[in-house]
């Protein structure tokens, strides 16, 4: 018998004992063994000397594989074990899953059957998550090395920290001053007088050809790695007319961050600097070609760049493109630099790297071409973005002018400064606060829940900044979460919520122990999560929040108004109920403020010509209100405002009135007469004593009930005139009728209503609008996101 077959008789036994064994543990399970215990002295024992023999093979397979795996196995004594160290047994036993699939994959020969393309591509998918060395390399720090240390203790403003400024209007020491931002004193932008004042260069709103890229193979990038080599750079760069800039971050093993490298493109040439060398706060030399307002810097998603640059290297950006809100403007279905490589030159980016340690020296070839690419086709996609740009803007309106538009949030952007990253215990605010991110989880914290929580927090902040790590690094946000939520009461249960990853906390144990301990006693007279958000504390520190985007020069009270379109883009011409009317024309053609999903709409020209024809008939309407005014009476009588009925009609066995008596029919027609009558004569009286609030609201109202009488008018007079003619015909049907009996319904005899003929409506052919699509050039407005799924059992209430 063959290989195969042994194989196969081998599996089946193996197959069918394996089943015999999972059917008779599930009935086990069903039974309840603590009844048969207790029942049954010896039945109990025989179950203890089983659960030892399966815990004692158990964890001797779990060493085996840990040793293999290059982990640690955990200690299983007892059930309650498991339950403590079930993750661990998990990831143990995935991985002896994983070489039983690969085991029996040789054995079977599917493995063997595979070509050698097959397992290049093979190894190319696995290769696309990446190793733990080369995301989380185990490296000496870096920065201990720096020349100028990076200050991690300090909560105070960050101050800049160059020392010359190139290209300034401003001199350095005249920029280098503190002022209030959102109510709070911050070291000013040392450029932002430079590149507010600052004009782009003409080339770039003049369409151009595109010039081509080298081949990125046969390019081969330089490796910047001393000062001379920065200045032999500089001056290349200074003969360009544009630049591609982009940079490579670290900041999981350091709590600030590291810029750790740099890499520029001219038309010609690549660069790739290294930037943790010990003299890399020497790299603001660059700010000579960066702040040179002549010289074009292409950046994509350059948010977090600015503020590194500005961080590590006292570097800023004037002229800067961004074409991230190119792809804004544009309306591109994605905004990510993948994106624009493979639109415009069919360069599929292994993004991957992202998360790559950057720090590790000397960095591999995969990790160069990566870095390289990011810089190296970013000049040719600026100049096919800018072409498009240009061809999809009006130049009569300024606010159609995309290429303007693009560049005006590029400078809101090179405008933003870095700020130093903070912490408050008491409060939980910062930017390494504790705050937002436990009123994003939002899980009801008891008090001692919610002491644990901070004290871990505090703790862990301390921590990173003495040991210069991410707090994340440190203790995870997840693993503190579960320790707050649980409270172990014993510190085995307690050391097995720390992940064995986080090593600084696992040094700390006993200290980390001990302050759960405080934190728990003092928690239990201490306010809940509900309590402390609810509180005066809190709410008068959200109050001062709030307010502190005010400048010291603005006032309060004052109020900003906005013109508005006639007619509403969304909703047409659709009725509105007319309590929300304030009787006011606000709008004109001449305050037409186009919003930015209304930008590139093709019949905007169109929409602006209805809105100045509706404009001159309410003109016409508002003149023909006020003569009806005139006409009315001035009787100086106050309008009520009651309720009416549109159409009230009488019972139909109710008497008719008698007009002996005197009495009033009430008509709503009539009402609203006598009311705008009232309201006219109260007008004109107002008027003469002067037009105060009550006396213009009086005289709106005024206009809108005479306005909607005399219409009432001249429709009832229209229908008069066709009731008149069949006034002959109908009396005689109306005195039969009169004598006739009232004919009773048979329900018997009538029809089902439930089985009667339903008119189909038909279906209209045109394409139903979809709220969700993606932008486009042929359909310029962003879809609308979709709501979030329904998450129940949780129920918070928010006091004001």
Known sequence: MDAPLDFQTLKESVQSALVATVKTVNRLAAEDLDFQKTANPATGKRLERSVGRILALSQKVLKAEAKSVGTQAPRITDTDDLELNWSKIVDIVDCIFEKADSALDECTGLAKRRDLGQNESVASKKSASLQANLRNANIRKPQLSFEVQPDTQ????????????????VPLEESLVLADYNGSMEWRHPYETEILNSEFPDRAFQHAEPTPYKPLETTQATWVSTYEEVLEMLEELKKADEIAVDLEHHDYRTYIGL???????????????????????????????????????????????????????????????????????????????????????????????????????????????????????????????????????????????????????????ALTRYDQLTFDPSTGDGNRGWLNPILRQMWPMNGSQFAVYRAL????????????????????????????????????????????RASIARESLSDLWLLVQEAVKKGESGPTLMQFINSTERKVDIRTTGSAGLSIDAKPEEEFTGSRLDVSQLFGNMLLSSSWEDGEETGTPDDFIQLPWQRLHPDMLSIMNEQTGVAMQQEEDKKLSDEVIHVSSTTPVKPKDVEFTLKAGMKRKAPEPDASTGEHIESPVADEAEAAQEGASNASEDNEQGDDENSIAQRKRAKKLARKAAQREKLKA????????GEAEGGEDEEKNKNEDEEVFDYDTAKSVMYGNVDKTVESHKKSFNPYAKASLDRPIKGARRAPPMKGGRSVTFRK
């Open 259 to 413: 810029t750790c490298l740099m890499q520029i493109s001219t038309r010609t040439h690549d660069w790739i600097v290294d930037t943790l060398q010990p003299w890399r706060h020497k790299l603001e030399v660059l700010n000579e070609v960066f702040t040179d307002p002549s010289i074009i810097k292409a950046l994509h998603g350059a948010h977090m760049d600015v503020q590194w640059l500005q961080r590590d290297l006292g570097l800023y950006l004037n002229s800067y493109f961004d074409t991230y809100y190119a792809c804004e403007v544009l309306g591109y279905p994605q905004r990510s630099l993948a994106y624009l490589l493979k639109k415009f030159a069919s360069f599929d980016a292994d993004k991957k790297y992202q998360l790559v340690d950057w720090r590790r020296r000397p960095i591999p070839n995969e990790m160069m071409f990566y870095a390289q690419s990011d810089t190296h086709f970013l000049l040719y996609i600026y100049d096919m973005m800018r072409n498009e740009l240009i061809k999809h803007s009006d130049n009569s309106r300024p606010d159609m002018n995309l290429m303007r538009e693009v560049i005006r949030k590029s400078k809101e952007r």
């Open 718 to 725: 229209a229908r008069g005139i066709g009731e008149g003619e």
């Open 154 to 169: 300090s909560q105070s403003p960050w101050k800049p920290i160059l020392t010359k400024k190139p290209h300034a209007t």
């Open 457 to 500: 927090w505090e703790w862990r902040d301390k921590k990173a900044r003495d040991c210069d790590e991410n707090p994340v690094y440190v203790l995870s946000n997840q693993a503190l979460g579960d320790i707050a939520r649980d409270i172990p009461d014993e510190r085995s249960a307690f050391e097995a919520l720390v992940p064995r």
